[in-house]
């Protein structure tokens, strides 16, 4: 899931939870939306983790040509 389905679930949950009035037999719809929230952070928190980790990039040391035909340059 990326930033655009995560942040889709949040907004559908925040409207579930606070902006609807419905009434269902049997489904609390702002349960629904509350769980759908969450889902919705956990899987922002999680891509941004993965996506922090992905953007580290160690450096690789130049070798100079010079370096590798005279090592006390």
Avoid: C, Q
């Avoid at 009035?21 to 509350?34: D, E, F, K, P, S």
């Avoid at 996506?51 to 070798?63: I, L, Q």
């Amino acid at each position: 899931m990326g930033v655009g389905g995560s942040i889709g679930l949040i907004a559908v949950g925040a409207i579930l939870t606070f902006a609807v009035n419905w009434h269902l037999a049997g489904v609390n719809v702002t349960l629904v939306g509350l769980i759908m929230m969450a889902v919705g952070i956990i899987g922002l928190a999680a891509y941004i983790s993965i996506f922090r980790k992905r953007r580290v990039v160690e450096a690789m040391p130049v070798m100079d040509e010079r370096a590798r035909h005279y090592p006390h340059v």
